[in-house]
């Protein structure tokens, strides 16, 4: 299965800033996927990453707030802007390399204060 | 809208004891399933997969049950473990026709006590 370097791992950021999430993986995937996991609870997707085109984003999200990077086929980033302290979740990577194999980065563990 | 739900929310077992987790799903579309299990601090970690037209698959102590019917998928750990004790969560698949994306349940929180 597919390998995933996820950066930061964490960090502590003032309200009204932005920060910027790195996805890498080891090898070309054509799904790319960020999710949201707030304290205790489950994962909620935030957008599919498209390769060459606009993120898709889920009901509850938008591009201004989440905008998402995608320019190869191994790599992407996610924006989390203007962030205010209920912003401060973990921010997860997935790539699906085939229908079997939904993989995940360590997530970025996010706090604004 | 569609959800996938956990019966429970918390489990404890002994060590040894086998284990398992139930999840309800409201989806008749949904032809992949997935547990993943989550240890403090890291990501979801694959455990054990399942396709709709199946309704049984084992891996190594893991066993995945699906129930069409009912629309409820289980995983049961055997021999439970220590290292065990995680947050599990089942996810369903609605194909291509969604996006591939996953839709995770609620978590079941697995304590095994020594």
Known sequence: SAVISQKPSRDICQRGTSLTIQCQVDSQVTMMFWY??????SL???ATANQ??????????VI??????????TFSTLTVSNMSPEDS?????????????YTFGSGTRLTVV | ???????????SVQE???SIINCAYSNSASDYFIWYKQ??????????DIRSNMDKRQGQRVTVLLNKTVKHLSLQIAATQPGDSAVYFCAENMGETSGSRLTFGEGTQLTVNP
Do not use: M
């Open chain 1, 89 to 101: 979740s973990i921010y997860l990577c997935s790539v699906g390399t085939d229908p079997s194999g």
């Open chain 2, 1 to 11: 809208g569609e959800s996938v739900g956990l019966h429970l929310p918390t489990l």
């Open chain 1, 64 to 73: 201004d707030k989440f905008p998402i990077s995608r320019p190869n086929l």
């Open chain 1, 44 to 46: 909620t997707l935030i």
């Open chain 1, 52 to 61: 060459g085109s606009e993120a898709t984003y889920e009901s509850g999200f």
């Open chain 2, 39 to 48: 240890e403090s601090g890291k990501g979801p970690q694959f455990i054990i």
């Open chain 2, 16 to 18: 040894g004891d086998n």
């Open chain 1, 36 to 41: 949201r996991q707030q304290p205790g609870q």
